[in-house]
């Protein structure tokens, strides 16, 4: 019997040495016929830096750049690990060879744009006039320079086009479902007018009792739906023992604020909205407003109860604080200044679980992991000397402030207390200006010790002609903005009484 031998297959493997230059591309939906005008499109190259840095912006192109009420078409930024080659063919002229192709990789293409949405609509900045012709109005409502008051006073129809039309630049299937008050034989819902978003399901109720500081007496115990609300959900070990640590906080100290509590509880948020209504009651008026208070305790009767009254502290704002608005030390949670639509932010979407992610997990599983998962850090309602607010506004107790002076003040009238004023509790009238005066120059002292360019005075500069007296008169009245204190705001009283209501 022959045998034939064959021979092993040849395989020949090349390395290639990759740029180290790294390169953002951008799917252009259009076909570019002038390099400069594409890039105008798109911000240009500031724009289009600006747009790279954050990770969680949307690239916005307009075709129409000049325009400013031209709605973008945004693009999605994703991560990707392609190659941008240069590919040459040569070919000698009159010649029958094979033209010679060469590559070469130019870089590494990392993040990609596309745009895969809907155009928004667009509307024109035009008016139909008598004749049904139409005029446009952008020499007339945008200035491309310093006008007079001629300008001003010219006669101008309305034109005021929302910024976006569409919230979604993408295609949305709806799931219509009947209201379940219309489906017979199922009752109306006692709660369906109030819940006018959502009616298929009402809002959720956490049955916490609010109390007013004119109020005659104070629960000494739960709603019943309370606590069957919480005995129904406590089911891990972790919400029994919580619950164990919250009693004893409420034993040591009658009165909490909520950031109190989630630096003392480590629970999870959710949970603690079932828990806090099981256990205290909340105050809305006085000086113990947005403070949990343990049932049975009223702080009007008990003069000790001055330690745990609530100081509503803000973050003054001017230069003879030491710094700006732009230099602010503590950045605003939220701002109207840097609202992005809708549309121009990228959505989050589910990344690959990492080696990393899978090894805590199985730690956590185990019991390895740091249980304080939740906790705030204590700076969240306690201050100390030397240290800056994590907040603009923050909601202390007098207890929480760790400052001798600050003490001495608090503690100024103690044993002489007569009544318990709505305003200033057991404390003497205006002490909370006072408090609020001496925690904003040690904030101050803090900024200046880190920017020590910013204490000194900076001169105003002087226009020919003009007397040095006149510049010292505007000195002065800057200075003579007195700061008015804050009576107590409600913004976040009311964003934590929509969770119980």
Not at 19 to 45: A, H, Q, W
Not at 187 to 195: A, D, Q, R, T
Not at 403 to 427: F, L, M, P, Q, S
């Amino acid at each position: 019997m022959d045998v034939t031998a064959s021979s092993p297959a040849i395989t020949c493997t090349t390395t290639v040495c990759l740029s180290e230059t790294r390169l953002v591309c951008v799917e252009y939906p259009g076909f570019v016929k002038n390099v400069d005008k594409m890039l105008d499109s798109i911000g240009g190259e500031p724009g289009l830096s600006k747009t790279y840095a954050d990770s969680s912006k949307r690239l916005e192109l307009r075709y129409r750049p000049k325009d400013p009420y031209c709605h973008p078409v945004c693009g999605n930024r994703y991560s990707s690990n392609n190659l941008l080659l240069r590919v040459r063919r040569r070919r000698r002229k009159g010649s029958s060879e094979e033209p010679h192709v060469s590559m070469e990789i130019l870089g590494v293409i990392e993040t990609t744009y596309k745009f895969q949405g809907m155009a928004d609509f667009q509307y024109l900045a035009t008016n139909n006039e008598a004749g049904g012709s139409q005029v446009s109005l952008y020499d007339k409502i945008i200035l491309h320079k310093p006008e007079k008051k001629e300008f001003f006073d010219q006669p101008v129809p309305l034109f005021l086009p929302p910024p976006i039309f569409s919230r979604l630049d993408s295609t949305v299937d709806y799931f219509y479902r009947p209201d379940v008050a219309h489906r017979e034989g199922s009752l109306p819902s006692l709660l369906s007018n109030e819940n006018l978003i959502g009616p298929n399901r009402a809002r959720r109720p956490h049955n916490a009792i609010f109390v007013n500081f004119d109020d005659k007496s104070v629960p000494t115990e739960p709603l019943e739906a309370a606590r069957l609300n919480w005995k129904k959900n406590s089911i891990h070990h972790s919400d029994v023992k919580a619950e164990e640590e919250l009693t004893k906080l409420f034993e040591k100290r009658p009165v909490w604020s909520r950031n109190a509590i989630k630096a003392n509880v480590d629970i999870h948020p959710e949970k603690l909205k079932l828990l806090l209504p099981y256990l205290a009651y909340y105050m809305l008026t006085g000086p113990w407003r947005s403070l949990w208070v343990r049932f049975g305790y009223d702080p009007r009767k008990y003069t000790e109860a001055k330690i745990y009254q609530v100081l509503d502290f803000r973050i003054r704002c001017g230069m003879k604080h030491g710094y700006g608005v732009n230099d602010m030390p503590v950045k605003a949670k939220r701002s109207a200044y840097h609202y992005s639509l809708p549309t121009t932010v990228n959505k989050a979407v589910p990344q690959p679980a990492s080696l990393k992610e899978i090894t805590q997990d199985g730690a956590s599983s185990s019991g390895k992991l740091s249980s304080a998962k939740y906790m705030l850090k204590d700076s969240a309602y306690i201050f100390r000397e030397g240290m800056l607010p994590p907040y603009r506004q923050m909601f202390y107790q007098l207890c929480d402030l760790d400052v001798e002076k600050i003490k001495n003040i608090i503690h100024k009238n103690d044993g002489k207390e007569e009544a318990c004023d709505e305003r200033d509790g057991w404390c003497l009238p205006r002490t909370a200006d006072e408090l609020r005066d001496i925690i904003s120059s040690m904030i101050a002292q803090v900024v200046r010790a880190k920017r020590p360019a910013l204490s000194t005075p900076k001169l105003k500069p002087v226009r020919a002609g003009r007397k040095v007296e006149e510049s010292d008169e505007d000195e002065d009245d800057e200075d003579e903005e007195d700061y008015k204190a804050s009576e107590g705001s409600e913004n976040e009283m009311e964003t934590e009484m929509l969770d119980y209501m």
